[in-house]
């Protein structure tokens, strides 16, 4: 199996995105027009791609203003190829990334049993007394 370091997606590639998003609970409604324009709006995207089926294995996208702040979202690895370090990959890639090079700080969003996963690249839950605002 070849497994290749991508920043981009076709069409078909959305749509894999899309049915990886329709399998899990917190991007089950997203709607394929709605994924098309999210890449399409992204900075950066980490994608790890299967050369020999043509199957997208794991991605994640970045929103940054490339010095101050970036946020990495929807980090996701296809189920049935969990386990296998692609989300190591995925992460190196994004920290390790030329154009990311020179931000000041990373952050991101995730569940509490995936806090041990980013804290081996020095990610920790400590807010410093922020709080989280939301609007819609």
Same mark, same amino acid.
Request: aromatic share 12%; charged share 30%.
């Given at each position: 199996?070849?497994?290749?370091?991508?920043?981009?997606?076709?069409?078909?590639?959305?749509?894999?995105?899309?049915?990886?998003? /329709?399998?899990?609970?917190?991007?089950? *409604? +997203?709607? #394929?027009?709605?994924?098309?324009?999210?890449?399409?709006?992204?900075? =950066? &995207?980490?994608?790890?791609?299967?050369?020999?089926?043509?199957?997208?294995?794991?991605?994640?996208?970045?929103?940054?203003?490339?010095?101050?702040?970036?946020?990495?979202?929807?980090?996701?690895?296809?189920?049935?190829?969990?386990?296998? /370090?692609?989300?190591?990959?995925?992460? *190196? +890639?994004? #920290?390790?990334?030329?154009?990311?090079?020179?931000?000041?700080?990373? =952050? &991101?969003?995730?569940?509490?049993?995936?806090?041990?996963?980013?804290?081996?690249?020095?990610?920790?839950?400590?807010?410093?007394?922020?709080?989280?605002?939301?609007?819609?």
């Amino acid at each position: 199996m070849t497994v290749e370091l991508r920043d981009e997606l076709t069409a078909a590639g959305i749509e894999q995105l899309h049915a990886l998003y /329709g399998a899990e609970w917190w991007t089950s *409604e +997203r709607t #394929l027009p709605d994924v098309a324009e999210m890449v399409e709006n992204t900075d =950066e &995207l980490v994608v790890l791609w299967d050369v020999a089926t043509d199957e997208l294995v794991a991605f994640a996208r970045v929103l940054t203003d490339y010095v101050y702040k970036a946020l990495i979202f929807d980090m996701i690895v296809a189920e049935p190829r969990r386990g296998r /370090g692609y989300g190591r990959r995925v992460m *190196e +890639r994004i #920290l390790e990334h030329p154009d990311l090079h020179d931000v000041e700080r990373f =952050e &991101l969003y995730c569940r509490g049993e995936m806090v041990p996963f980013y804290e081996q690249w020095g990610f920790t839950d400590d807010t410093g007394g922020s709080r989280l605002m939301r609007r819609g």
